[in-house]
C-alpha cells in the first residue's frame, strides 16, 4: 500500500508572488501551513474501495471525470474559514480555480505552444533542444506527456514560482511569455496533473528539485487551498543531499505525497528522471491526460509515430467524403496546422531559431515560412504612429499569392507577435467575396498587445485600424495582380475602393472606409496636411501612413492618370476632406451628448435627494402638527 500522509505541514507555494520563470534575485518564500485534510478525511478518500496492489490504488486516485470541460463541475466541500493559531489570513486559491484558469485555452495545441514558448525562451541561459514526446508509465499504462529542454533550468526559488501565480519576471523585447501564467494554464489544459524535474547551477551551488501541481490530489483530498508537494536536492558534492528548510517530517511528507500521488513508486524512480537531464534542464511530464467526450484521449500519439495530433479534427478530416479539391484543401499548411502539431510548430516562428531545434517524437521539425513560398510578392509597409512618447515602428507585411493560386481559396494573413504566431490565416476578407482568393501576407505586429492565451490580439484600436489596413492591402495588391494567377482584373481598376460602384467595391464597414480614406488624403501630394492644421483621427487623433514597395517588378497600367482619372481623383479629395469634417462634427457631437448624460444623471440624483429631503421635512412636520395638538389638549385638559 502506499505510504500515509502524515499530519504534518506541506510546503506551500505562496500563490501571490510568482513566475513561470526564473530571473529576479529574490530570497525564496517557502512556507510551511498546516493544510492538509484530516487523518480521518483522507482515510475515507483512501480506503473507499478496497484494493490490494499499488497500482490498483493508483487507479482509484483517477478523477470520476476525465474530460477537460466537465472537470470542473464538482461540489465543493466545507473550507477552512478561521486560521489556526499562529496562521495569518491569507486569499486562498481554491483547486477550482486551476481548472477555470485553464479553460483560457480552447485549443489544445495553445497549451503545448505556451511550453515550447518557455523552452524558446531558454535559448539565452544556452538552451540548444526541446523535446515534445510521449511516455507510458506501467503503474496504469496510460500515456503521458513530456516536454524537456536543457535551458538553464530552475532552483528551488524559481520553481516555486513556476508553480505559482502571476509573477512574471520576463520583461526582455526578446522573451515571449510576459504574464506569468502560460506553464499553469497550459499544463492544466493538456492533463489534470504534471510533476517538473529541474537541475540547474545558481550562485555556484548545483541543485535539482522536484515539484507536482496535482489536480486529483486536490481534488480527491478535499483540499480548499493549492498545496504543491516540492522536495530539493544539494548536488553540488555530486551526491543528492535533501535540502531542509524546516525540518526533516516535513521534507519526508512531501516526498511522500509526491510518491503518492505521481507515476513513480518510489524515490529510486524519481530520481531516475534526472538521468537524462544533464547537468541543467527542465523536464515537464503531464500526465491523466484529458479525454474527449467519447472518452478517448484528446491527444492522438496513434495515427503518426512522428506526430501528434487533435483526435477530434483528425477524425473530421478523415471521416469528410474527399473530392480532389479537398484532398489538395487539406494538403495545404493552412488546413494541417489544425490537426498535426507537427505542421503547426512548423509556422509557429517567423524566424529560424538559431542552434535551436525542436524534436517531436524523435524527429526535428523543420521551419517553415510561407512569405518565402508566395509567388509574385510585394512588401506592403504600414506604420503606425502611437504615443507621443513611444518610438516610431515600421510594420512590412509581405503579401502575396499561394503556389496553389488560383486553385485553392486559401487566404489570409499570419500575423506575429515577438516572433510568435499569435493569429495564423487571419481572413479580413468578407466571406464570400472572390477578391482576395488565394492572397497570403505574413506580418510581426509588436505594437498590439496578444490575448493571455496567445491565440488573438487585444481589441484596442490599434488591432482594428490594423485590421483595415489589411483589407486594404488585400484591395490594392488584388486590383494589381489578380490577372497574374488568372483571374479577371476589375472592370474599373481606376476606381477607387470608396468611390466605385458597390459591384466593385470590397466589403468594408463605414469605420472602415473612413479610416482608409483618411490614410489615402493624408498620404496624397496633393492634399497634404499641413503641421499647423489638426490631424483628425480616431483613439489618441494618431494618423498613420501607408507605404507600398513593389518587388514583383510587375508594371501595373491601371495606375497611369488619365484627366478623366484626375478629376475623379479630385472628387475624390473633396470627399475626404469632408468626411474629416463630417468626423470632426461627429466627435463633438458625441461629446456633447455625453456631457448631457452626465448632466441628466446628475439632475437624477439631485431630484431624488431632495424628495428624500422633501418626504423628511413632511414627516418632521407631522410630527410637530401632533404635538402641538397634544399640547393643546394636556392644556385643555389641566383646566
Same mark, same amino acid.
Given at each position: 500500500m502506499p505510504p500515509a500522509v502524515d499530519k504534518r505541514p506541506i510546503d506551500v507555494v505562496v500563490i501571490d508572488s510568482s513566475d513561470d520563470e526564473c530571473g529576479a534575485d529574490v530570497e525564496p518564500r517557502i512556507t510551511s501551513s498546516n493544510v492538509l485534510p484530516s487523518p480521518q478525511a483522507v482515510s475515507q478518500a483512501r480506503n473507499s474501495v478496497s484494493v490490494t496492489s499499488a497500482n490498483s490504488d493508483y487507479l482509484m486516485q483517477k478523477l470520476e471525470c476525465r474530460s477537460f470541460w466537465k472537470a470542473g463541475a464538482y461540489n465543493i466541500g466545507r473550507t477552512k474559514c478561521v486560521p489556526t493559531a499562529g496562521e495569518l489570513e491569507h486569499a486562498r486559491v481554491h483547486p477550482k480555480f486551476l481548472h477555470s484558469n485553464a479553460t483560457s485555452h480552447k485549443w489544445a495545441f495553445g497549451a503545448i505552444a505556451e511550453l515550447l514558448d518557455n523552452a524558446v525562451d531558454e535559448i539565452c541561459n544556452g538552451a540548444t533542444f526541446v523535446k515534445v514526446d510521449k511516455i507510458v508509465y506501467t503503474k496504469d499504462n496510460?500515456?503521458?506527456?513530456?516536454?524537456?529542454?536543457?535551458?538553464?533550468?530552475?532552483?528551488?526559488?524559481?520553481?516555486?514560482?513556476?508553480?505559482?501565480?502571476?509573477?512574471?519576471?520576463?520583461?526582455?523585447?526578446?522573451?515571449?511569455?510576459?504574464?506569468?501564467?502560460?506553464?499553469?494554464?497550459?499544463?492544466?489544459?493538456?492533463?489534470?496533473?504534471?510533476?517538473?524535474?529541474?537541475?540547474?547551477?545558481?550562485?555556484?551551488?548545483?541543485?535539482?528539485?522536484?515539484?507536482?501541481?496535482?489536480?486529483?490530489?486536490?481534488?480527491?483530498?478535499?483540499?480548499?487551498?493549492?498545496i504543491v508537494p516540492m522536495v530539493d536536492f544539494d548536488i553540488s558534492n555530486h551526491w543528492a543531499e535533501p535540502m531542509i528548510y524546516s525540518s526533516q517530517d516535513d521534507w519526508s511528507t512531501n516526498l511522500k505525497t509526491i510518491i503518492e500521488w505521481s507515476p513513480f513508486a518510489s524515490k529510486e524512480q524519481l530520481m531516475m528522471q534526472f538521468d537524462n537531464i544533464g547537468p541543467h534542464g527542465t523536464k515537464i511530464i503531464i500526465f491523466n491526460l484529458w479525454l474527449n467526450d467519447e472518452g478517448i484521449y484528446e491527444l492522438s500519439f496513434d495515427d503518426d509515430d512522428e506526430d501528434i495530433r487533435l483526435r477530434d479534427e483528425a477524425d473530421r478530416e478523415s471521416?469528410?467524403?474527399?473530392?480532389?479539391?479537398?484532398?489538395?484543401?487539406?494538403?495545404?499548411?493552412?488546413?494541417?496546422?489544425?490537426?498535426?502539431?507537427?505542421?503547426?510548430?512548423s509556422i509557429l516562428y517567423l524566424r529560424k531559431l538559431e542552434n535551436f531545434q525542436i524534436i517531436l517524437r524523435g524527429k526535428t521539425i523543420e521551419q517553415f515560412n510561407i512569405a518565402g513560398d508566395l509567388k509574385h510578392r510585394q512588401v506592403m509597409t504600414y506604420k503606425p504612429q502611437l504615443a507621443v512618447t513611444s518610438e516610431e515602428v515600421l510594420v512590412k507585411t509581405t503579401i502575396?499569392?499561394?503556389?496553389?493560386?488560383?486553385?485553392?481559396?486559401?487566404?489570409?494573413?499570419?500575423?506575429?507577435?515577438?516572433?510568435?504566431?499569435?493569429?495564423?490565416?487571419?481572413?479580413?476578407?468578407?466571406?464570400?467575396?472572390?477578391?482576395?482568393?488565394?492572397?497570403?501576407?505574413?506580418?510581426?505586429?509588436?505594437?498590439?498587445?496578444?490575448?493571455?492565451? =496567445? #491565440?488573438?490580439?487585444?481589441?484596442?484600436?490599434?488591432?482594428?485600424?490594423?485590421?483595415? !489596413?489589411?483589407?486594404?492591402?488585400? +484591395?490594392?495588391?488584388?486590383?494589381?495582380?489578380?490577372?497574374?494567377?488568372?483571374?479577371r482584373p476589375p472592370d474599373a481598376c481606376n476606381v477607387h475602393p470608396l468611390a466605385g460602384s458597390a459591384s466593385n467595391m470590397p466589403k468594408l464597414s463605414q469605420a472602415d472606409q473612413y479610416i482608409i480614406g483618411l490614410s489615402d488624403s493624408l498620404a496624397s501630394p496633393r492634399n497634404t496636411l499641413s503641421s499647423s492644421e489638426p490631424q483628425v483621427g480616431c483613439g489618441n487623433h494618431q494618423k498613420y501612413s501607408f507605404d507600398?514597395?513593389?518587388?514583383?517588378?510587375?508594371?501595373?497600367?491601371?495606375?497611369?492618370?488619365?484627366?478623366?482619372?484626375?478629376?475623379?481623383?479630385?472628387?475624390?479629395?473633396?470627399?475626404?476632406?469632408?468626411?474629416?469634417?463630417?468626423?470632426?462634427?461627429?466627435?463633438?457631437?458625441?461629446?456633447?451628448?455625453?456631457?448631457? =448624460? #452626465?448632466?441628466?444623471?446628475?439632475?437624477?440624483?439631485?431630484?431624488?435627494?431632495?424628495? !428624500?429631503?422633501?418626504?423628511?421635512? +413632511?414627516?418632521?412636520?407631522?410630527?410637530k402638527k401632533k404635538q402641538k395638538i397634544f399640547m393643546q389638549q394636556q392644556v385643555g385638559n389641566s383646566l
Open positions: 496510460s500515456p503521458a506527456l513530456v516536454f524537456q529542454d536543457d535551458g538553464g533550468g530552475m532552483d528551488p526559488e524559481c520553481l516555486r514560482k513556476c508553480m505559482s501565480l502571476g509573477y512574471s519576471s520576463k520583461n526582455s523585447n526578446t522573451t515571449i511569455g510576459q504574464y506569468g501564467n502560460g506553464f499553469k494554464t497550459s499544463t492544466m489544459r493538456l492533463g489534470a496533473d504534471v510533476i517538473v524535474f529541474s537541475r540547474s547551477t545558481h550562485s555556484g551551488r548545483a541543485t535539482q528539485s522536484i515539484g507536482l501541481l496535482s489536480y486529483t490530489f486536490l481534488q480527491k483530498t478535499g483540499q480548499d487551498d493549492v471521416s469528410s467524403r474527399l473530392n480532389k479539391r479537398t484532398l489538395e484543401l487539406q494538403s495545404h499548411i493552412s488546413y494541417r496546422i489544425r490537426y498535426s502539431l507537427r505542421a503547426y510548430a502575396g499569392f499561394i503556389k496553389e493560386a488560383p486553385n485553392l481559396g486559401v487566404s489570409g494573413f499570419n500575423v506575429y507577435h515577438k516572433n510568435r504566431l499569435i493569429k495564423p490565416f487571419w481572413k479580413v476578407t468578407a466571406d464570400g467575396n472572390s477578391r482576395g482568393r488565394g492572397v497570403v501576407g505574413v506580418l510581426e505586429a509588436n505594437f498590439i498587445n496578444p490575448a493571455h492565451d =496567445k #491565440q488573438d490580439f487585444e481589441r484596442s484600436f490599434l488591432f482594428i485600424r490594423l485590421e483595415a !489596413r489589411l483589407k486594404q492591402m488585400v +484591395a490594392d495588391y488584388w486590383k494589381g495582380h489578380c490577372h497574374l494567377v488568372g483571374n507600398v514597395q513593389l518587388n514583383s517588378g510587375v508594371a501595373d497600367s491601371c495606375q497611369e492618370k488619365s484627366p478623366e482619372n484626375a478629376s475623379r481623383s479630385l472628387s475624390i479629395d473633396q470627399i475626404c476632406e469632408e468626411n474629416l469634417q463630417l468626423f470632426m462634427r461627429c466627435e463633438k457631437d458625441m461629446q456633447k451628448e455625453n456631457e448631457l =448624460k #452626465q448632466t441628466i444623471s446628475k439632475l437624477e440624483k439631485d431630484l431624488e435627494e431632495m424628495r !428624500r429631503k422633501c418626504a423628511q421635512l +413632511a414627516v418632521h412636520l407631522e410630527n
